[in-house]
Each structure stands twice: as C-alpha cells, then as structure tokens.
C-alpha cells in the first residue's frame, strides 16, 4: 500500500524543519533584475503595454522587450522580444493595434504595427535613423514620429583620391557646430530632427517640417487629422539658448507652420485635448536661475489665453496628459523625494493625487522618476517601485490601485534586502529639514557598530527617495550601514530649496550632507571612526570637494566628478548652457570665480585616499576631470587609483558587469583603509 504525502503532513514537516538563510543581494544577482517603464493602455483600459528591461548575462546588457499585461487577470503576453530592442509602445485610437519601434544592434530601425487580434506584424517603415515621439493620426490610418536629417559634412579643401586598392587613414573629421556631441551617443551627426508622417500600412515616410532647426515631440494631431502641433527650437538663438523652444502647428498638407507660443521662453510636453481646442504644455520664464520649477499651463488652440493651473504647488510638473473627457489633465511632480501622479481640474484647478510611489528607469541608484499613461476610459498606469523592488507596472482604477506585475518577486523573494528606513536631519546652516535615508545592513543588530558610507546624487537638481537601488544594497550586503540624502539643490522642495545653491555650487550642500552624517552617528550604531564616502557626477563633485575640506572621512571614491569647472565647462556636451545657467558668467569674465569653486583649488589639503572612476568614453563630466584629479593626488602623494569603464558613457552601470565591477571596487577600496572585509560572494 502506498502513501502519498499531503498538503497538511509536507507543512508539518518544513514547520519542523530549520529555515533557510535568504543571502543578501549579491553582485551576480545583477543580471537576474528586469524592471518595468513607458506604460501606454488602451484606450478602453483592458491591456496595458510597457517595455520589459531585463538584464542578460550572454550580453551584458539590458535587454529591452514589449509586453501587454491584462488589467484584470494580470496575464502577460510578449510582443515584441528577441536579440532586437524594442520600445516606445504606442495604441491605435480604437486599441485594435500597438505600435513600437524595434531597433538592431547596427542601429537600424523600423516601426511595427502588432494586431492585437491577429497577432500579426506589420512593418510600416524602415529606417536608418530611430525615430521618437511616435504618434497615431485621429483615423488610425498614420503615424507621426520624429527623426534626426543628416546634412552633408563640412569638408575644407579637396581631398585626395587614393589610388585603386590602397588603404589609406579616415579623411578630416570637421566640427562646426555649437552642439557637435551628446553623452551616450558621442560625436552627434551633422543635422537637425524634424517631423514625419507614415502610412501605418507600410510606405514611405513623408518629411513634414524642414529648416536648420530641431523640432521634438510630443507629437499631437488635430481632430480632423490635418495639422501637428509640436514643439520646435525654431529662434535664431536656439542652439544658444537651448532651453529655449516654442510651439508650432503644422500642416501634413503643405507644411504651412502657425507660431503658437513665442520660442524666446522655454515651453515643453505640448499636448491638444481631445477635442483639439485647447493645448496643455509645461514651461517657465527663464531668469538664468539654476533651477525653474516647470509649471503647467493651458491656452487655446490658437495660443490665446494662457492660464497657469496649480500655480501655488511649488513643485515642478512633467509629462502633462489629457483625461479622455478633457475636463482634466494629469500630470507628474516630485514631493520629497517621492513621484506621484496628480489630476488637475481644467475649470477649478484643483489638485488632488491619484497615484504615488512611482519609480523610474534605473537599477544602482535611488532617483526619484517613473512613467504613467492614461486610457480614455481614465485606467491609469504607472511604474511602481519601492525601497525592495525595482520597478514594476501598477494600475488606478476606480481609486483603487492594483499591481500588475511582480517583476523580480522570484528572485528578491530569495533575498534578504537591507531595511530602507528615513532619518530625521536638520541641517547645520539654518536648521532646515534635510530628507535622508539609512540602508542598513541585512540583519542589523542596534548594539553594534557598522562603518558607514555617505553615497552622494548627482545632478546637483535631482533628487533621490526610498527606491531601490543595487548599489546602496550591495554596500549594505557588506556589512555598511549606508546614508543618502536630498541636500540644498535637491528637486522636489520647491524653488527656493533647490535654488539655495544657484550660482554657489558647491555650497551649503557640503553642510547638510555633513549634518546627515552627524545624524547617523547619534543614532549610536556607526562607528564614527570608519567613516566613507562615495557619489557620482554631481556626487563625484562633492566627494572631492568633501575630502578637500575635512578628513574625517577615512577613504573616498569619487565617480566621474568635474574638479575643474573652467575645463568641464568649455568640454561637456552640455556646455552651451552651463557657464550662462550656473556661473552667470564664462569662465573668461570671471577665472577666479570658477577656481574656488573648483575642487581642484582645495587639493593642496586632501589627505584622504581617494580613488577616482569614469566612464572611458564620458563627455558629459569629461574624462580629463577625472585624470586631473588623480594626476593631482599621484603628485600630492596621496593614495589613489583612476579606473576607467570600458566603452562607458556617463551612465556607467547600462551594462550589469559594469555596474557590479563598479560596487565591487568601491567596497574593495573601503576595506584597504579600514572598511568592512570585502567577503561577499560574487
């Protein structure tokens, strides 16, 4: 006679057995992480398509894929996935059709058209170029999207022709444009972006804007089909000014352009309401501040009447989308580290919450950010995410919030994540509440003491929030207790906060993170004798300029830094506007003012080991920044080390062996000086 072992006798026996240890997040698990973004639903809110991120240990990449999830049942169905990625989802009006772009690894790109009910695929353009701000016409029978138009390279001189068969070196490469590159791309080819129209059966993309100016989405057709209203960098001044950019309607016709709002201001995210009679767009008046907050403002379709909705938030909007009645709009702002979606009243201007706790595109580090989308039918989607979770797709209907996808619960339900916990701070300076963050270690005893890592954001207008984030875990996994915070500059408190370092940075962000740290001490578990500390871009800044102004710190690791602000201004990719935003004068009108806010000027007084890494291949805080640093310290005598990341931009964690190769060597120079023993498993 045979036995089978029940449901009830298999729980006696695992109750009767020792539980297993979950391990903390270790650097492998990397590559185990997908999170969600770009959410688009349906128009009647019964599917929501959104961009799967999942990493790849064969290629080391991220690996980017559409899915659909069901809103009610949760079931998921791919779309789009393989060895191309593929992105930017986007739904026919009637919801019978999804389209996207799928682009190969050479770059080539071409825009699909899944039927839902067929499960079929359409290529509806092929394209050298990737397209954006992909947009359906009113009919369902085009598509609108952007791309960039190449103009033939300046070439000075005739050339030489080189004889049949030999092989000579690559002519002249000739720059003479004010914008010649971008961080993440490298050299930027010689052209302007514009707005086509294509049949979503297949054809031939037709060119409907022109000139030597940029134009960008999003894309918003007119009821009727005939025209788009976008946005366009259209002044004589717009490669100078280049926050600077108006709105336009044009006709698919003719290309007959109608000047909506004036291009000598900044106006961004335009979007007609269904009814094509008013347009909603974020924008502010440009003082040459640091920091505007991006208010949100409604006018008519032929740009009269402007009119500033929620104008006493003192926070900054994004992403503006219409609600399928038009009675309302919704839209995306950051309040203490933390991203919500809120609905505007067109006819009241109340403000009232719909959703909260978003997260964005990102695994190392704890941005605040995140995406939603709205259905006709008012279905809201959102990338939802927590201190424990990356992000994953939730949805609010009803007022009821539900999530659809558990993302990464298989792998990091194996885990035992360090506790996200808040800290109270108030700064040195004037007492102000400065929001901070302790990870602590995963089984954190209170009555010991852990050494500690300051992990610093860059930006400097940015800001971090309870989300997660693999570096601050994987530093936790260590044995670190870790502490992050939203110092003066911080986005998401308004505008005078973030402007208290407007043309004094670094500043009086240097005291509240120390207060921060202060803080972590008196809660009795940090060793105050093991102190370190790290950050990235503007968290590189203040990490050299922290150990040029204290050496309570007993090792630093600065991440791709700008140490010498007359050098990084004149060679960022991003040069046109910092010296004018930042400085208020070029580096030429006032040299001594860029040296003392250098941290290159304070390196007389650094005695703290510092190690320094950047991305080979950086151009938004260049590559020399770093190398003059470590230059400086190899000259000084003082302990360093100058890693570069192989063919990385200034975001050095796209690929996961990058990004766990990164925390490893931050944690293995920690320990040479004190720090906790590197013993993870990798």
């Not at 086509?196 to 007119?222: C, R």
């Not at 093991?530 to 590189?540: K, P, Q």
């Amino acid at each position: 006679m045979k036995f089978g072992l029940t449901a009830f006798t298999w729980g006696l026996i695992l109750a009767g057995c020792p539980a297993v240890a979950a391990q903390p997040l270790q650097p492998r698990d990397l590559f185990g992480l997908s999170l969600a973004s770009a959410p688009a639903v349906r128009p009647d809110g019964s599917l929501v398509a959104y961009v799967r991120t999942a990493n790849d240990v064969m290629t080391d990449r991220g690996r980017k894929s559409i899915w659909l999830v069901d809103s009610r049942s949760g079931a998921t169905t791919a779309v789009a996935s393989g060895e191309d990625t593929a992105t930017q989802p986007a739904w026919s009006p009637d919801g019978s059709r999804l389209a996207f772009v799928q682009t190969d690894a050479k770059g080539a790109s071409v825009i699909n058209v899944y039927d839902i009910a067929g499960k079929t695929v359409v290529v509806a353009a092929k394209m050298a170029r990737s397209p954006g701000n992909l947009s359906w016409s009113p009919d369902g029978h085009r598509l609108a999207f952007t791309m960039a138009v190449p103009r033939p390279d300046t070439v000075f001189g005739t050339p030489l022709a080189p004889p049949d068969g030999a092989k000579w070196a690559a002519p002249l490469q000739v720059i003479d444009t004010l914008m010649y590159r971008d961080d993440g791309i490298g050299m930027r080819p010689p052209g302007f972006t514009h707005v086509f129209v294509v049949e979503a059966a297949g054809g031939v993309p037709k060119q409907v804007t022109s000139g030597d100016f940029d134009d960008d989405g999003p894309l918003s057709w007119t009821p009727d089909g005939a025209a788009i209203v976008f946005i366009g960098k259209r002044s004589p001044e717009a490669l100078r000014e280049p926050f600077h950019a108006g709105i336009y309607r044009v006709a698919i016709a003719d290309g007959a352009l109608a000047e909506l709002a004036t291009p000598a201001q900044p106006h961004g995210d335009a979007q007609l309401s269904p009814n094509g009679r008013q347009i909603a767009f974020i924008g502010h008046v440009d003082a040459h501040r640091s920091y505007e907050n991006a208010r949100l403002s409604v006018m008519d379709s032929d740009g009269s009447h402007v009119r500033t909705l929620a104008a006493t938030l003192d926070r900054s909007f994004e992403h503006p989308r219409w609600s399928g009645d038009g009675r309302s709009i919704y839209a995306a702002y950051a309040d203490h580290g933390i991203t919500k979606v809120a609905r505007i009243d067109i006819a009241t201007g109340k403000l009232s919450d719909v959703a909260t706790g978003l997260a964005g595109e990102g695994f190392d580090l704890p941005y605040s950010g995140g995406d939603f989308a709205v259905g006709r039918d008012g279905t809201l989607a959102f990338t939802q995410g927590a201190a424990d979770r990356p992000a994953d797709i939730a949805m609010v209907k009803g007022g009821k919030v539900t999530r659809l996808t558990r993302l990464n619960d298989a792998l990091l339900g194996q885990r035992t994540l360090g506790t996200v916990q808040p800290l109270a701070v108030k700064s040195s300076v004037d007492g102000a509440a400065i929001d901070t963050w302790l990870v602590l270690p995963p089984g954190f005893d209170p009555a010991r003491k852990y050494p500690l890592i300051l992990e610093i954001h860059g930006g400097p207008f940015a800001s971090y929030g309870p989300t997660f984030a693999s570096d601050g875990q994987l530093y936790a996994a260590a044995g670190y207790v870790v502490v992050y915070a939203n110092p003066r500059g911080s986005t998401s408190y308004g505008d005078s906060f973030a402007n208290g370092i407007d043309k004094s940075y670094p500043g009086t962000d240097y005291d509240d993170l120390m207060s921060a740290v202060d803080a972590a001490i008196a809660k009795g578990f940090v060793d105050k004798d093991r102190l370190y500390v790290t950050g990235g871009s503007g968290g590189g800044v203040l990490t050299t300029w922290i150990v040029g102004k204290t050496h309570r710190f007993r090792a630093a690791v600065a991440q791709k830094p700008v140490v010498n602000w007359s050098s990084e201004i004149l060679t960022s990719d991003i040069y046109p506007w910092m010296g004018k935003y930042w400085f208020g004068k070029q580096p030429w009108e006032d040299p001594q003012g860029y040296w003392a806010r250098s941290p290159l000027s304070l390196v007389g007084n650094v005695t703290t080991p510092t190690m320094v890494i950047v991305g080979g291949e950086d151009v938004r805080t260049p590559v020399a920044e770093s190398e003059q640093y470590y230059g400086a310290l190899q000259l000084r005598g003082v302990p360093t080390a100058l890693i570069k990341v192989p063919g990385a931009f200034h975001d050095m964690a796209l690929r996961p062996s990058h990004a766990a190769a990164k925390a490893n060597a931050v944690l293995a120079w920690f320990a040479r000086y004190g720090g906790a023993p590197t013993t993870v498993a990798q």
